[in-house]
């Protein structure tokens, strides 16, 4: 299994609703990430969490509160999104922070609409 | 300055040329690098990733130029299919760094 799983794929939500993002991997990663894409620019990086402890946040509003329940999962809990947060939303996995030589495993991400 | 500059193009070739793709890199400590390649409203999958002594995989080519803090794509023969947007990526060790992506768009 080489996957990294998201769900929902799509997502349509108000400004004034609660919803998660999930994320799973079951590579054996310690690694895992959350980053967010905008049309026609690269992904940006919100947080790291490394041995299921947060290890980055990028100064990400808190309106956006990962989670990560165990060293598979990884969630990503939004409250009070605006329009403007609408984009796709990626979870990655490494091996670990600090083993880098195989770069990234991507989910397929969730495109979120704010309404 | 940036970490990783990237081209962002276009790129727009026609089916059969070759085509090079650069990507500059500011820390000189950085140590793992790798091109991804994204199609249209899907996530960046690995396409290679780039070692000190240059890697090839069928029509692709990547180098790695430490003295000059560079890593190179090189695709030859090019498809319809290798329209995409490639973006490198780069490891301090501690975090990746992301190029901004160049588009490619192969034309028939």
């Known amino acids: 299994d080489t996957e990294v799983t998201q769900t929902p794929k799509h997502l349509v939500m108000g400004m004034t609703n609660k919803k998660s993002l999930k994320c799973e991997q079951h590579m054996g990663h310690r690694a895992m990430y959350w980053y967010k894409q905008k049309a026609k620019k690269p992904p940006e990086l919100m947080f790291v969490y490394s041995y299921e402890k947060l290890s980055i946040n990028e100064s990400v509003p808190s309106r956006f509160s990962p989670e990560c329940p165990n060293s598979s999962l990884l969630n990503l809990h939004l409250h009070a999104l605006q329009p403007e947060d609408s984009a796709l939303y990626l979870c990655a996995s490494s091996q670990d922070i600090g083993t880098t030589n195989y770069g990234y495993t991507f989910g397929s991400g969730t495109r979120l609409t704010v309404v | 300055r940036k970490e990783v500059e990237q081209d962002p193009g276009p790129f727009n070739v026609p089916e059969g040329a070759t085509v090079a793709f650069n990507c500059t890199y500011s820390?000189?400590?950085?140590?793992?690098f790798f091109w991804y390649r994204q199609d249209c409203r899907k996530e960046p999958k690995l396409l290679m990733s780039?070692?000190?002594s240059g890697n090839e995989d069928g029509r692709f080519t990547a180098q790695l130029n430490r003295a000059s803090q560079y890593i190179s794509l090189l695709i030859r023969d090019s498809k319809l299919s290798d329209s995409a947007t490639y973006l490198c990526v780069i490891s301090t060790g501690n975090q990746f760094y992301f190029g901004t992506g160049t588009s490619l768009t192969v034309i028939p």
């Open positions: 780039v070692y000190s």
């Open positions: 820390n000189s400590a950085s140590q793992s």
